[in-house]
RNA sequence: GGGGGCGUGGUGUAGCGGUUAACAUGCCGGCCUGUCAAGCCGGAGAUCGCGGGUUCAAAUCCCGUCGCUCCCGCCA
């Protein structure tokens, strides 16, 4: 071994020691006779000291290196003299003297600090130079971060009876969902795998095979368009459990979330214990998504009941079309705005509005003095009862300002979920409250309006609620299925269901969505004969690892959790992926390629 | 497919019609035996992403393009 010691673990209990350590290079201060070096590894910062008269030939060593040149030193672990320990350094106390330094290996230049975390760097260059990336201690933390988590997560799952299986990479594709990244088969010409979206179908197979609880750590891959927190390849934990309801499988699911917190990083705070549950109704009619960040409370609230009483002719003609009018409560807003900057913050807010869909964005303003009249061009519609009416009804201060919104539903809910973005922007929100909430009662299946059919909300396998069978046969749109999903801050950081075990409850199902029963039996004719075979109940859940790690961790986006993440394009910058093949190749596959045209 | 942001020495930024393209840091050389973002002195380093246009004059204005990024569509 080339170290005795790491450059993190030496205290003044180790002064005597004679140690080896290497590492790299984090900086050096060159007095002349006497040269610093700070020596880092992954495990923290050691000072070497390295005296010209003691040890010329380290002096030399020393003398020529430069950041990031690779060493090995032996020396003697020194208490630092009186007055020059580091208390910002773990290891500060002491230092090494050396008295023999190796040049391991030399390094150039990097193209840009690993020794300091200040300031944006472009992504592009830290892509480029990924390896160079990943020593900056930012990085190093989330991987390390990252570690943990899973470790944590494999020993929490041990202990609760499941076992990790490994599931294929190259399968099967599936019409259904996401776009397939496809593999061509040489041996089977012109036949293709797909890599897993997911293994689902793998894991309830599991449960059918006997295994009772299962989870892995899976990669999947999609071939959709990036996101801050979507890559193309991902990592779920997985898990399947048989013999169990919902509630056991979210009870589970919500104690391994609390305990990652709590054991991973504990400085972070849980909004709530137990986690809130909102339906996915009431997250769509108060915060326009299905994944809401809770930790700031802007909502959009019905005031059909008000608005409909009022003079104002687009409010009274949708309340008596069926439609509903909602405000939006942004405390404060308005207190100290001139009439001009008002009229300016307001048309950016209608700006925002159209492009979600919006006709328009009406408002008013709570005075902050009494005496002041209600600012905004729909307050003269509004008599002073309904007007006391709508800020008790909205809980409204002096300053306030009411956001109104009335249209089709799914454009309230686009403009509620734009506002509500917007806001959050300004809101420097904190990284260290996760607001962990579940939201369940989803619809079974959603309607595709083009297509004319009903589609899985989640899934095909999806068990609808016990109490919403019969649904399925009188009104399928009204049925709501066992799914969960769970969010924190905004993002989707997991979901799952009780699956359909029940062969005749599956078929039921491929008719409502759409897939006549040959198409069913072609594509997942093996389910729906394991199932014939004493399947067991039967759900699981799937977590999204690199956002769960990356809200851990506070990160902007999931790339900074993953060593190697492509960019928005697809693309790896460092190793130029993806690339041409050759085409030797592609005959031996048996394709041909069909460009585009430039 | 659509909308927004960014692109200036190695790095991070300033400059936003006429500047010798500025500052910090890094880099190279010199001095220095208790520094720790070491200090002091000196030096090198930029076709302002790329292409085109407007103009007497473009880093600066316009158009296009490329790269990175945020969002919508998409992601069961």
């Known amino acids: 071994m080339m170290k005795t010691h790491t450059c993190g ?25 006497l040269i610093f070096i700070d020596l880092r590894d992954r495990w923290g910062i050691t000072q070497i000291v390295v005296d010209l008269e003691s040890a010329p030939a380290a002096h ?47 390094s150039r230049t990097p193209p840009f600090y690993i020794n300091k975390d200040d300031g944006h760097v472009d992504e592009a260059l830290r892509m480029r130079h990924r390896y160079l990336d990943l020593r900056r201690e930012a990085m190093q933390s989330n991987i390390l971060l990252r570690h943990k988590t899973v470790k944590f997560i494999r020993d929490f ?93 979210m009870q589970l699911m919500e104690a391994l979330a609390t305990e990652i917190v709590k054991e991973i990083t504990p400085r972070k705070r849980l909004i709530s214990e137990p986690f809130k549950r909102i339906s996915y109704r009431d997250a ?37 079309a069926g439609k509903k009018v909602k405000c939006m409560r942004v405390p404060g807003v308005a207190a100290n705005l001139s009439g001009t900057q008002l009229r300016k913050v307001t048309r950016d807010l ?18 902050s003095d009494p005496a002041d009249q209600l600012r905004g061009p729909i307050g003269k519609h509004f008599s002073v009862e309904l007007k006391l009416e709508l800020i008790e009804a909205m809980d409204a201060q002096g300053g306030d300002l009411l956001l109104f919104m009335s249209d089709r539903a799914e454009i309230v809910y686009a403009v509620t979920d734009a506002l509500r973005n917007h806001f959050k922007a300004e809101m420097d929100l904190d990284d260290d409250l996760l607001a962990f909430c579940w ?56 979901g799952g269901s009780i699956r359909i075990h029940d062969r005749e409850i599956q078929e039921k199902i491929f008719p409502l969505i759409g897939q ?10 093996h389910m ?7 399947a067991p109940p039967h759900g699981g859940m799937a977590w999204g690892i690199d956002r769960l790690v990356m809200l851990l961790a506070g990160a902007p986006n999931i790339r900074e959790v993953i060593a190697f993440p492509k960019t928005q394009n697809g693309t790896d910058i460092m190793a130029h992926a993806p690339s041409f093949a050759e085409d030797e190749q592609l005959k031996d596959l048996h394709i041909q390629l069909d460009l585009p045209e430039e």
């Open 9 to 33: 673990e030496l205290r003044l209990k180790d002064v005597g020691a004679q140690v080896a350590m290497a590492g790299w290079v984090n900086r050096r201060r060159d007095q002349g006779g």
């Open 60 to 106: 030399a060593v020393a003398d020529s290196a430069r950041n990031e040149y690779v060493l090995q030193v032996h020396g003697l672990v020194r208490i630092r003299p009186e007055g020059t320990a580091n208390t910002d350094l773990a290891t500060g106390e002491i230092d090494i003297v050396a008295d023999d330094i190796i040049l391991l290996n030399p």
């Open 157 to 249: 799952l041990d202990k609760e009876g499941f076992i990790e299986i490994e599931t294929p990479i190259l399968f099967k594709t599936t019409p259904e969902g996401a776009r397939d990244f496809l593999v061509p088969s040489r041996l089977q010409p012109g036949m293709f795998y797909a890599l897993p979206q997911s293994p689902q179908q793998l894991k309830q197979l599991l449960m059918v095979g006997g295994f009772e609880r299962y989870f892995q750590i899976a990669r999947c891959f999609r071939d959709e368009d990036l996101r801050g927190d979507r890559q193309p390849e991902f990592t779920q934990l997985d898990l399947e459990m048989s013999f169990v309801e919902r509630e056991d499988v």
């Open 284 to 320: 769509f009619e108060q915060y326009g998504t299905d994944r809401p960040d809770i930790r700031f409370d802007l909502r959009s609230i019905d005031i059909s009941h008000i608005a409909g009483r009022s003079a104002f002719p687009v409010f009274v003609e949708n309340v008596k």
């Open 350 to 367: 209608e700006t925002m509005a159209r492009r979600a869909g919006a006709k328009g964005l009406a408002y008013i303003t709570i005075p």
């Open 439 to 494: 939201v369940i009662d989803f619809p079974e299946f959603i309607w595709d309006e083009e297509r004319k059919r009903w589609d899985p909300s989640q899934h095909m396998f999806t068990m609808p609620l016990p109490e919403d069978l019969d649904l399925l046969d009188s009104d399928p749109g009204r049925a709501r299925g066992s799914q969960y999903d769970l969010v924190c801050n905004g993002h989707e950081v997991g």
């Open 516 to 525: 006549s029963m040959e198409h069913a039996m072609r594509e997942f004719g």
């Open 528 to 534: 729906l004969e394991a199932f014939e075979y004493g």
